[in-house]
């Protein structure tokens, strides 16, 4: 194509694959390159998900593949309205798109069963460009199934969903990049109406002011609206990794661990209704009333801290209050899956 000067296959699908696909494979390879000569290097940090990107690379595809498909073909004669592959709808779609991602997102960590398959991602306790890889092998069909029956329903192009897909797999990937290869994650005045690196270490972190925040993926449209954003703070580095006590080096207890532990909150609960519950209630969630669920206990910590959360530092703003406010170093709350 470079070549040739011809770049109008850069407008197809395929060609915009074989242009952006290798983007992200460069840029691991550059991590580690760098990781190696500045003696970073860890086999721990990218040996889990490396496993992890082998094992799915011969089911998940191929069956995310199929779930695409299946949802096309079972909900496009149910659209809303119809969209075409222009720049306008483009607009719109990606939008829609940005929305069935935080819907997946957000079920993802407030639902027990949900967060069994999204915990594989949020195991590793180095965040590198492979922590994109690290995904349990049936989360990628389930995120596929939810974000193309709302895309579809709502009437988004086939092809331009996939076009979407492409460019969001992309960014997707790169928003893992780690300090070794990007200190400052912020990327200046863009953070402001994007989720960049930095907003996505956030997102990573188990701190308790950063836990479930920064569901978006690109356009940070739907935390705003939702309260769910959250900035990264200069004084509370984000330590990556979930809070169940865990060997985030074994292949086993990152893949299978949540389930593990869910099977024994089962095996404890009295009643159906109380096991039934276990599934679909955020983690955290206990039959005794002693919750440790993400919302409960950052709202404790900030109840407790001098620590101003996002909506707070808005309301402030708007009240053109400026008090002085030390920020101090989060601690980690313990009984979070």
Same mark, same amino acid.
């Given at each position: 194509?470079?070549?040739?000067?011809?770049?109008?296959?850069?407008?197809?699908?395929?060609?915009?694959?074989?242009?952006?696909?290798?983007?992200?494979?460069?840029?691991?390879?550059?991590?580690?390159?760098?990781?190696?000569?500045?003696? /970073?290097?860890?086999?721990?940090?990218?040996?889990?998900?490396?496993?992890?990107?082998?094992?799915?690379?011969?089911?998940?595809?191929?069956?995310?593949?199929?779930?695409?498909?299946?949802?096309?073909?079972?909900?496009?004669?149910? $659209?809303?309205? /119809?969209?075409?592959?222009?720049?306008?709808?483009?607009?719109?779609?990606?939008?829609?798109?940005?929305? $069935?991602?935080?819907?997946?997102?957000?079920?993802?960590?407030?639902?027990?069963?949900?967060?069994?398959?999204?915990?594989?991602?949020?195991?590793?306790?180095?965040?590198?460009?492979?922590?994109?890889?690290?995904?349990?092998?049936?989360?990628?069909?389930?995120?596929?199934?939810?974000?193309?029956?709302?895309?579809?329903?709502?009437?988004?192009?086939?092809?331009?969903?996939?076009?979407?897909?492409?460019?969001?797999?992309?960014?997707?990937?790169?928003?893992?990049?780690?300090?070794?290869?990007?200190?400052?994650?912020?990327?200046?005045?863009?953070? /402001? =109406?994007?989720?960049?690196?930095?907003?996505?270490?956030?997102?990573?972190?188990?701190?308790?002011?950063?836990?479930?925040?920064?569901?978006?993926?690109?356009?940070?449209?739907?935390?705003?609206?939702?309260?769910?954003?959250?900035?990264?703070? /200069?004084?509370?580095?984000?330590?990556?990794?979930?809070?169940?006590?865990?060997?985030?080096?074994?292949?086993?207890?990152?893949?299978?661990?949540? =389930?593990?532990?869910?099977?024994?909150?089962?095996?404890?609960?009295?009643?159906?209704?109380?096991?039934?519950?276990?599934?679909?209630?955020?983690?955290?969630?206990?039959?005794?009333?002693?919750?440790?669920?993400?919302?409960?206990?950052?709202?404790?910590?900030?109840?407790?801290?001098?620590?101003?959360?996002?909506?707070?530092?808005?309301?402030?703003?708007?009240?053109?209050?400026?008090?002085?406010?030390?920020?101090?170093?989060?601690?980690?709350?313990?009984?979070?899956?």
């Amino acid at each position: 194509m470079i070549l040739s000067g011809d770049y109008k296959s850069l407008l197809t699908v395929e060609g915009l694959i074989n242009i952006l696909g290798p983007i992200i494979t460069v840029l691991v390879i550059i991590e580690l390159s760098r990781a190696l000569i500045f003696k /970073k290097f860890k086999v721990e940090d990218y040996k889990v998900p490396f496993l992890i990107y082998v094992v799915n690379r011969l089911i998940s595809r191929f069956i995310s593949i199929a779930t695409v498909s299946f949802c096309i073909g079972l909900f496009e004669k149910y $659209a809303t309205h /119809k969209t075409s592959f222009t720049w306008y709808w483009f607009i719109y779609a990606y939008f829609v798109w940005e929305l $069935a991602h935080y819907i997946y997102h957000y079920l993802g960590h407030k639902v027990r069963l949900f967060w069994c398959l999204h915990s594989t991602h949020h195991a590793p306790q180095h965040m590198n460009l492979t922590v994109n890889y690290a995904h349990f092998f049936l989360e990628t069909p389930y995120a596929d199934a939810i974000r193309t029956s709302i895309c579809i329903l709502l009437g988004v192009h086939p092809a331009l969903l996939i076009f979407i897909m492409v460019i969001d797999g992309v960014w997707g990937g790169f928003i893992h990049v780690g300090e070794n290869l990007l200190k400052d994650g912020r990327l200046g005045f863009l953070q /402001k =109406f994007i989720l960049t690196p930095s907003h996505h270490r956030v997102h990573h972190a188990r701190n308790p002011l950063y836990m479930d925040t920064n569901f978006c993926n690109l356009i940070n449209i739907w935390d705003r609206l939702t309260g769910t954003l959250q900035h990264e703070q /200069k004084e509370i580095p984000p330590e990556y990794g979930i809070t169940r006590e865990m060997n985030p080096n074994s292949f086993l207890d990152v893949y299978f661990g949540e =389930f593990v532990a869910l099977f024994r909150d089962l095996i404890k609960a009295p009643g159906i209704k109380n096991k039934f519950l276990y599934t679909i209630m955020p983690p955290g969630w206990s039959h005794t009333g002693d919750h440790k669920t993400a919302k409960r206990v950052r709202e404790e910590f900030l109840n407790t801290s001098n620590i101003p959360s996002n909506e707070m530092i808005k309301e402030i703003k708007d009240k053109e209050i400026h008090p002085a406010i030390k920020i101090t170093s989060a601690v980690n709350a313990p009984g979070i899956h």
